[in-house]
């Protein structure tokens, strides 16, 4: 197991990597000029080469890849081009705020969606199970700047129950906080317990067709017991799998969420650093959501490892 486990990580290790490399190249290729954005109208070829100069754009890319790289791994994540500020004073706070974010709609989403698509793996062709079927396809299919309009208008502009815009602000207390971030929060957890739902069906169906339930059923053993007892332990690593992939995407797929809500989170931060062609921002804000995700697969796929005896104990090949 832990020779498994060394080579998710080295695979881990070098995914992290190539998307070092795509981040940059994808920065390079970005339309326009970095300082002629900066300068403005008022450019000159002078003022524009000096400028260059100073942020190290007249060296060739490859150097300041390196360097760019070096110094993500000792943690300078460089300074923003817009404002001469440290990345990373800017960067920390924003990421903790899609970290609440996520954490928020993820303590409600990842238990309501696994219990519900185990309860409709127990209930298979019923009317519980076609409902729970349709009203999570439909959540998946809509896009989830749609979903948050549509709860703006239910939930904020004809009831005034809660805010449309997620404004926090630092030392805010933590039932304005929750109030405030509601709405972000709803939307996130009818994507992701659509999503949830529907995998883990899928696999505890696949398991309950399995021979092994089939003679828990000829023994007499009640439809609860089977699937809670039987079906679904067995069913665990494909499921965590898809519970981790659903947490990477509340964390690195909020994007659109935070920009319907005004949400000061590192989403819309990258966003607005793209807009601006801050490059070191960009460059930060795509690695924290690259390493997170892979992470978070990383983790999944160890899991996977530790409950599936069939991994932890592969077989010799055969002569």
Excluded: C
């Amino acid at each position: 197991m832990l020779t498994l486990i060394a080579k998710r990580t080295v695979l881990g290790v070098f995914t992290l990597w190539l998307v070092s490399v795509l981040v940059f190249a994808g920065t390079e290729i970005l339309p326009g000029d970095v300082a002629g954005a900066i300068l403005g109208q008022s450019a000159t070829p002078e003022s524009l080469a000096r400028l260059r100069a100073e942020l190290g754009l007249d060296v060739p890319a490859l150097q300041r890849y390196v360097e760019w790289l070096t110094g993500f791994l000792q943690g300078d994540m460089g300074r923003s081009m817009a404002s001469g500020q440290p990345v990373a004073g800017l960067l920390w706070p924003r990421f903790w705020n899609t970290m609440s974010l996520a954490a928020y709609a993820g303590v409600i989403a990842v238990p309501l969606a696994v219990g519900l698509g185990i309860m409709a793996a127990a209930l298979r062709g019923g009317i519980f199970d076609r409902v729970s079927n349709v009203a999570a396809l439909a959540f998946v299919s809509l896009p989830e700047y749609f979903l948050g309009l549509l709860l703006v208008l239910w939930l904020s502009v004809k009831t005034g129950w809660l805010p449309s815009l997620a404004d926090t602000y630092e030392g805010m207390g933590m039932a304005a906080w929750f109030r405030a971030t509601t709405l972000p929060m709803l939307v996130l957890v009818m994507v992701t317990t659509a999503q949830i739902l529907r995998m883990t069906r899928t696999t505890v169906l696949g398991v309950m067709d399995q021979p092994y339930v089939e003679t828990a059923y000829l023994k007499g053993l009640r439809n609860g017991r089977v699937v809670l007892r039987h079906a679904t332990p067995n069913a665990a690593a494909p499921i965590v799998n898809v519970v981790s992939f659903n947490i990477a995407y509340l964390i690195t797929g909020v994007v659109l969420v935070e920009a319907v809500f005004n949400y000061n989170g590192l989403g819309r931060f990258m966003v607005d650093a793209v807009s601006r062609r801050d490059l070191p921002l960009v460059q930060a804000a795509a690695m924290i959501f690259g390493a997170v995700y892979v992470f978070l697969n990383m983790v999944a796929d160890i899991a996977a490892i530790a409950l599936n005896p069939r991994l932890r104990h592969p077989r010799g090949k055969e002569a």
